[in-house]
């Protein structure tokens, strides 16, 4: 070695490269020798690692850390390498430190002898000297140096940089793990630690508080309001950890939001409650005891968190989501969809942890993600499990809107090429079929259909959901029962057999024919079968013997002897089982007399529920919430408190409040353009922008001035769900102001002429359909508590009603590429009103051709037409006794609604039955269901004694025979009223040709089409008395027919433009077939129930 080294002295600076040269052969014999060492290569690092020159030390050193990136192993080098570890050059230093961070571990002995270096590195001047070596130092894991470490640590913790005070939190973890007995000792740092105020330094020391001391809530007091202003500003990883130690912070601190409905929550978010006294805290307390009010600490971390919705980093926006998910007021939950949605945009890995968690979030809030159902459509190109996962959801997002839409949707997904999957869709379909009563005809229909499907593994998984959707209504189902029976010679999937063979086991009383020739041909395959198939043989025969033992006695005498020389212990414990029990003898003792009662007895029907159901009470994005059980290290969520702790345990010295106060108001101004960022990229994807682009622009200016100067400051009156609702207006409007100016200036000015003259006439219109749209679905702690907000949003609406219903006409006249930009992002579109449909709002051709059956209510041959004039029914709206001398009725007009294309008129008759005069008779709060909207009528400033007034209102029903609940006011009262409207009037008559009608009847059959026979009565037999009567029960249109026999009627559903057929079909012995297509399956299925007594009764 000393040779070597005067070589290097001679050789001068050139020692390095040529080394570098003549080491590089050596890789030869070690890539064609399978077992040649590279010891030669390492000879010659170990020759420049002793080298008196630094350039050849810091090319071995580069070498070697190289040789560690590429995953080689360079452990042998360690003594060579630690010898260079107090040299003077800081870049050779550095990369010792990377090496020995790696392998200190492994060579702890070694390491050991270097200790009082890394000691005397811990005052080094270079910040990067002293971390690395509290790195290295708490990397040797031996026991004898944890008072070293101890010491190191906490000198570290009070070092002036904040890297090293980060690597400090660092290490803590490690002492930790190797020494517990400090515990105590390391509390103290961690304490020291969450004083800091350096944003490097946070997400370290919350982890190290997580992992050696996650009880210990009292440490976070002081801390809480500094961690959550600096929540943006630390590093993404630093902020996952943050947020999952404050959500379980805060759900030990404060009482739980979701106590009482939304309408109770008050907010009381001000600078001034950090800085009340006690006293006044108490009172305080004392006068909002009835009401729910949201603790500002609460809305603080609430507020703080949600910009991070934005991050690049999946982590961090799943941690918010679940954070809003556990803490938020339900009404305010909803924003997180969003962002999760954008998250299926992302790898494969991503998409199935969100996935998984919006499955679970789904169950419990169908709104959330309603609005995005398209974004859960199944692609080819996704792997199984995603797919599983998508159809999940869309399982728990279905309800009576949007069903007929997805099992269009599952029809597809069977017919697919991944069999785990198609298996996966025909189980959601009988989930679909178990919830949603309506479609579970439907959807059996369509399962037996399946059951001639070429592939076996779909007919068996139809014969098992068959068999458990035939238990909730088996009476009914008799001819099902006999097809499947005759499936068993054709299927060979065990449980399929299995299933089968329990079917006419449990109902072979309605089988008596069939049953014991299944038991026949079983009994000769017996010895073939599957365990699982002879154990329902067995069961099968023990039930016909007690139900047919004339029949069967001998064939399951024999079944039973072939059981009793079975293989399968479970076989043959079973056979002396049932034979004791049903076969009478000396031995047998009192059940036998109990054996029909014990196999016959009633079984419940199962329960299809969601797999994902069980996790709920895991933390979101949780390792135990992806397994579903509970993982080392999980830390389960506090329930909410009945009191809240005492808040004043938060509040800090008032000169250090007063200066992060200072701090966090200016950073909060100087996040107000990422928030506006935010709004406006909703906004850009939402099809309402592009109407509301010639709002008059003083209006809009000066809200948004309002709304910058003051939401800052003045959040405690409103929740953050208004201040996202508002910012994302204004940003709707200045956005869309921007970018068509130019190109719609000369329209826009004429418009606003027009609209200044429409105001001079109306100045009493109320406000317009979307308008009050945006106030019904802004959260419902503000829309359903706040009737002022509804009058006020009103006036601002009234100066810009007419130019938007204008704007829409032109619209319409001239489409333009925006459509299909719009259509493109259809998964982002935010819908203010949630939308349960939203495919059937917007359809391009080529995408109505890509769903089957799907129809375009706007072609030629079909057209709205006026119907035959019926005479009114007249529905009581609000009684006299109860409306103080204000009584209501309303009606359907059946005519087109003059307040928006989707909306049904109704027409209400206010009369005054006092001898007073009633003032200010207006529409209140509205409680609607997700979706619905409604135009109320203009309000009227007095009603005379004994006078009557007819007003129109509009409502968009959603196509849903759901109860619109609305509040009739006057100056002094208001009462709750309700509409709720047949099935008939959700519909527009349409005109069409017969031939028109065969071919649209054509494409809306199997799970489409709903029928019944009925028994007509003779004087309803006629032609002009069938129309008649169901004209006046539905708003149908009569299409011509050739035959005297068949009558047929057409129209589509006001709301999506959705056909529906008609077709009575009468036969002899006074009977008729009732059929009926359309792809709304729940409207059809309940219009036919309402026809058939108005055929059959007299």
């Known amino acids: 070695m000393a040779g070597n080294g005067l070589s290097y002295n001679e050789q001068g600076g050139e020692a390095a490269p040529e080394l570098a040269q003549e080491a590089a052969p050596t890789t030869a014999p070690a890539a064609f020798g399978l077992f040649s060492s590279d010891t030669k290569k390492n000879e010659d690092l170990k020759q420049m690692l002793e080298s008196s020159k630094d350039s050849a030390k810091l090319d071995a050193m580069k070498r070697i850390v190289g040789m560690i990136a590429k995953g080689k192993n360079a452990s042998e080098l360690f003594p060579a390498v630690v010898k260079n570890v107090a040299s003077k050059n800081i870049e050779i230093k550095k990369l010792v430190y990377v090496y020995l961070m790696r392998y200190a571990e492994e060579q702890q002995d070694l390491a050991l002898l270097s200790i009082s270096t890394f000691q005397r590195a811990l005052k080094d001047p270079n910040q990067l000297i002293r971390a690395s070596a509290l790195r290295v130092l708490s990397s040797i894991r031996v026991p004898i140096i944890v008072p070293i470490m101890m010491l190191a640590i906490k000198e570290a913790s009070s070092d002036l940089s904040p890297y090293v005070r980060k690597n400090a939190a660092h290490a803590i973890q490690k002492l930790y793990s190797l020494d517990p007995e400090q515990k105590e000792m390391l509390i103290e740092v961690i304490e020291k630690l969450l004083k800091d105020r350096s944003t490097l330094v946070a997400g370290s020391v919350v982890m190290a508080f997580e992992e050696v001391c996650p009880d210990r809530i009292d440490l976070i007091h002081k801390n809480y309001r500094k961690l959550c202003n ?291 041909k079983t009994a000769k395959s017996f010895t073939n079968e599957d365990d699982l198939v002879k154990l329902q043989i067995l069961n099968l025969g023990a039930k016909l013997y007690l139900t047919n033992s004339k029949q069967t006695k001998l064939l399951t005498q024999y079944v039973l002897n072939l059981g009793k020389y079975d293989q399968s212990y479970d076989i043959r414990d079973r056979t002396r089982f049932i034979r004791q029990l049903i076969v009478p003898n000396e031995k047998s003792g009192a059940l036998s007399k109990y054996a029909k009662k014990i196999f016959l007895a009633q079984k419940p029907a199962p329960l299809l529920e969601s797999p994902f159901k069980a996790r709920d009470h895991f933390q979101l994005g949780t390792l135990s919430h992806t397994l579903n059980s509970k993982a080392a290290g999980y830390l389960e969520l506090s329930d909410w408190p009945e009191v809240a702790p005492d808040p004043a345990l938060r509040n800090v010295e008032a000169a250090e409040a007063a200066k992060e106060w200072t701090v966090f108001l200016g950073k909060t101004k100087k996040e107000k353009p990422p928030e506006k960022f935010y709004s406006e990229s909703e906004e850009e994807e939402d099809e309402s922008a592009s109407t509301s682009a010639t709002e008059s622009e003083s209006g809009s200016e000066s809200e948004k001035e309002d709304e910058e100067g003051s939401s800052d400051e003045s959040s405690g009156s409103s929740s953050s769900s208004e201040e996202s609702s508002d910012s994302e207006s204004n940003g709707k409007e200045s956005t869309v102001k921007k970018t068509s100016r130019t190109a719609e200036k000369s329209d826009s000015e004429d418009i606003k002429k027009k609209a200044k003259g429409i105001n001079k006439k109306n100045a009493s219109s109320s406000s317009d359909s979307e308008s009050s749209s945006s106030d019904e679905s802004s959260s419902d702690s503000k829309s359903e508590s706040d009737p002022k907000s509804d009058s006020e949003s009103g006036k601002s609406g009234r100066a810009t009603s007419s130019k938007k219903e204008e704007k829409t006409v032109q619209d319409r006249k001239a489409p333009n590429k925006k459509d299909v930009f719009l259509l493109d992002l259809d998964d982002f579109s935010l819908v203010t009103s949630p939308v349960a449909v939203p495919a059937a709002t917007v359809l391009s051709p080529s995408l109505a051709a890509d769903l089957e059956g799907l129809s375009l209510s706007g072609s030629s041959v079909i057209d709205v037409t006026t119907q035959v004039s019926v005479p009114p029914k007249t529905h009581e709206l609000l009684h006299r006794m109860s409306g103080k001398g204000l009584a209501a009725h309303y009606n359907f007009s059946r005519q087109p609604c003059i307040f928006g294309d989707h909306m049904v008129s109704v027409q209400v008759t206010l009369t005054n039955t006092t001898d007073q005069k009633i003032e200010n008779i207006h529409i209140g709060e509205k409680k609607l269901p997700a979706g619905m909207r409604m135009h109320g009528f203009n309000p009227i400033e007095s009603l005379e004694p004994e006078e009557s007034i007819t007003v129109s209102m509009g409502i968009d029903f959603c196509d849903s025979i759901q109860t619109a609940s609305f509040q009739l006011c006057t100056k002094d009262d208001h009462f709750s009223v309700n509409i709720q409207p047949p099935v008939g009037e ?67 559903t006001v709301h999506s433009g959705s056909l529906m057929l008609v077709t009575v079909e009468l036969k002899e012995s006074s009977t008729a077939q009732l059929i009926i297509n359309t792809e709304k399956t729940v409207i059809g299925s309940v219009l036919l129930r309402e026809l058939k007594p108005v055929l059959s009764q007299g």
């Open 986 to 1052: 959700l519909l527009l008559p349409v005109t069409m040709s017969e031939k028109d009608f065969k071919k649209e009847q054509g494409m809306l059959t199997g799970m489409n089409e709903t029928s019944a026979t009925i028994a007509v009565a003779p004087q309803n037999s006629t032609s002009l008395v069938i129309i008649e009567r169901v004209v006046k029960a539905a708003n149908l249109g009569v299409v011509p027919s050739g035959q005297d026999n068949i009558h047929r009627f057409a129209a589509k």
């Open 230 to 520: 600096l929540l943006v500003d630390v590093e993404e990883w630093g902020q996952v950890v943050i947020i999952h130690m404050l959500t379980r912070y805060a759900r030990t601190q404060f009482v739980s939001p979701w106590k009482k409905d939304d309408d109770d929550v008050v907010e009381e978010y001000n600078e001034n409650n950090f800085y009340e006294s006690d006293e006044e805290q108490k009172e305080k307390d004392q006068k909002v005891k009835k009401t729910y009010v949201m603790d500002p600490d609460h809305r603080l971390l609430l507020r703080n968190t949600k910009p991070l919705l934005q991050s690049r980093n999946a982590a961090v926006v799943m941690a918010v989501a679940q954070l809003y998910w556990h803490l938020a007021p339900k009404s305010e939950a909803s924003i997180v969809s969003k962002s999760l949605v954008r998250l299926l945009h992302s790898n494969r890995e991503v998409q199935y942890i969100v996935l998984q968690n919006i499955a679970t979030m789904s169950i419990q809030r169908k709104g959330m993600f309603e609005p995005y159902l398209k974004s859960f459509y199944v692609r080819s190109t996704d792997p199984t499990m995603i797919k599983t996962l998508k159809l999940e959801v869309l399982t728990n997002l279905a309800n009576e809107a949007n069903i007929s839409t997805l099992l269009r949707e599952f029809q597809t997904y069977v017919k697919s090429q991944d069999k785990q999957f198609a298996a996966a869709t025909i189980q959601a379909i009988g989930r679909c079929a178990t919830n949603i009563t309506e479609v579970t005809d439907t959807c059996l229909n369509g399962l037996v259909c399946l059951l001639s499907n070429r592939d076996e593994i779909v007919v068996a998984e139809s014969v098992v959901v068959i068999k458990k959707l035939l238990q909730t209504q088996p009476a009914h189902h008799g001819e099902i029962i006999k097809h499947m029976a005759k499936l068993l010679d054709t299927i060979t999937v065990p449980v399929a057999r299995a299933s089968i063979l329990w079917l006419i086991g449990e109902y072979c009383e309605r089988v008596p024919k069939i049953a014991p020739d299944v038991l026949r």
